[in-house]
């Protein structure tokens, strides 16, 4: 079987050059970068908090110390790429202002939980929940691999809920939000995750 990711189909959208150089050529740059380094310490981070405030209580991810939390990821994920990458890809300073916006991020979160994470009615079903599946019917070696960042499920609606975890250089304006870059991997998840649960 040949798998094919949301970043791998996104690349080649963008330009099939690029992904001929980077997936047939494997030509690549080392992509080791801060921004990679923030995204997945927030993932990490927001994933746990998730994780405890569902399967545990409220007051105990209220409890949670979210900034040592994001500390600590920043920190493991730095290590690993830099290992990867032989040497450092950032600065002190840069870390530090990483940090101070993750910070602020986490403390809106928090703030407005009721409005983003409800547990009334509200179930997790996944974090990074791996779906792997067929793309075509002609081609059935040839699959889609994708990790859905959190799924729920609500008991009132009976509808599933993906959530996918975004971080963002320049923000969330109108463009990024209609960017099919942006939409397309959540509706293809979306159209998989149907088939895998058949709903």
Known sequence: ???????????????????????????????ESIDLVFGQAM?????????????????????????????????????????????????PEEISSYYAEGV????????????YFSTKQMKLVAIELPLTSQIHEDYPTIKLKGFLDLVFYNEYTKKYIILDIKTSVRGWNDYKKKDPMTTDQLLIYKIYL??????
């Open 1 to 31: 079987d040949r798998q094919v990711s949301f970043s791998q189909y996104s690349k080649y959208f963008k330009c099939p050059k690029s992904w001929k150089l980077t997936y047939i050529d494997k030509i690549r740059e080392s992509q």
């Open 43 to 91: 993932h990490s981070t927001i994933q746990e908090w998730i994780k405890v405030m569902y399967t545990t209580t409220i007051k105990k991810s209220n409890e949670m110390n979210l900034n040592d939390l994001l500390l600590t990821n920043l920190k493991h994920e730095y290590s690993i790429r830099k290992e990867k990458h032989g040497s450092h890809f950032s600065s």
């Open 104 to 115: 602020s991020i986490l403390n809106t979160l928090k703030k407005k939980r009721n409005i």
């Open 194 to 199: 149907a088939k895998l649960l058949k709903v």
